[in-house]
């Protein structure tokens, strides 16, 4: 962990749809290196701020990466100052392979004539990301046949080879085997070893195991915040999910 690595600073953030506010004063800070888990129960506003961070959705207040302030940017520019997400449902390119999906993902943070001109090898970043992710030996692999791990995994190694610095993953274990779930717990670790990690999950083995720090949203704002003991020790957040 370096202090050189970008934080995520989030204050006072907002969005109201329709008149209902679905992100309502939310402030919390990510740390460089960390993994934030983000949880709570179905409606709390979880997606719609990872919407705000990532430019989908209008919201006030402010959201910083590093220097940065990312409100008010559209979602081309965020992307281009190191933030990137993945969504419940993978979009990668099923008609090409693994490589191309990469390739692809890299050339479109530089541009197409550093693609038209990399045609012959493979460049050192994707192989890197290959290694990461672990598809390596699957390189050659249209994408549309990889297991739905694998899918997840392209995912992300389509964000590293962009060089984004801050995370967001959209239930990253969703389906997943528990096999697919170690592997992608192991893969969290390295990615956040020079990154900053925020992960939507609703499995909560998965969180006891990989979280470093939990944010738990409820009805648009932050129920409670610190490390998983914490979270699970504090009598507000044993209220919303247990009812009592
Ligand atoms: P979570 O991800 O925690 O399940 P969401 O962020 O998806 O919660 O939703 C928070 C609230 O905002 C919910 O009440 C949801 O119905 C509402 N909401 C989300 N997106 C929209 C939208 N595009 N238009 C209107 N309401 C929305």
Not at 25 to 51: C, E, M
Not at 155 to 176: H, K
Not at 199 to 207: A, P, S
Request: hydrophobic share 45%.
């Amino acid at each position: 962990m370096s202090d050189e690595l970008a934080g995520l600073r989030i204050r006072d953030l907002r969005v109201v749809f329709d008149g209902f506010p679905a992100v309502d004063g939310v402030s919390l800070d990510v740390r460089p290196g960390d993994i934030r888990f983000l949880i709570g129960p179905n409606g709390a506003g979880k997606t719609t701020l990872v919407d705000a961070v990532t430019g989908l959705v209008k919201a006030t207040g402010s959201v910083c990466f590093g220097e940065q302030e990312l409100l008010g940017r559209p979602v081309h520019r965020i992307a281009r100052l190191g933030v990137g997400r993945t969504f419940q449902t993978a979009t990668v390119f099923e008609e090409l392979t693994v490589l191309q999906n990469l390739d692809i993902a890299a050339g479109a943070g530089r541009g197409a004539l550093t693609l038209l001109r990399r045609r012959r090898g493979v460049p050192e970043s994707v192989a890197r990301a290959l290694e990461t992710i672990g598809l390596t030996g699957q390189r050659d692999r249209l994408a549309g046949t990889l297991a739905h791990g694998q899918k997840q995994w392209l995912e992300i190694g389509m964000l590293l080879v962009q060089d984004v610095q801050l995370l967001l993953l959209d239930e990253p274990v969703a389906g997943m085997s528990q096999d697919e779930r170690d592997a992608t717990g192991e893969l969290l670790g390295v990615v956040a070893r020079d990154r900053t990690v925020v992960v939507i999950e609703h499995d909560m083995d998965f969180l006891r195991r990989y979280a470093r720090t939990v944010t738990v949203m409820h009805v648009g704002k932050v129920l409670s915040e610190g490390t998983v003991a914490e979270v699970q020790a504090d009598p507000k957040v044993q209220e919303v999910y247990l009812g009592h």
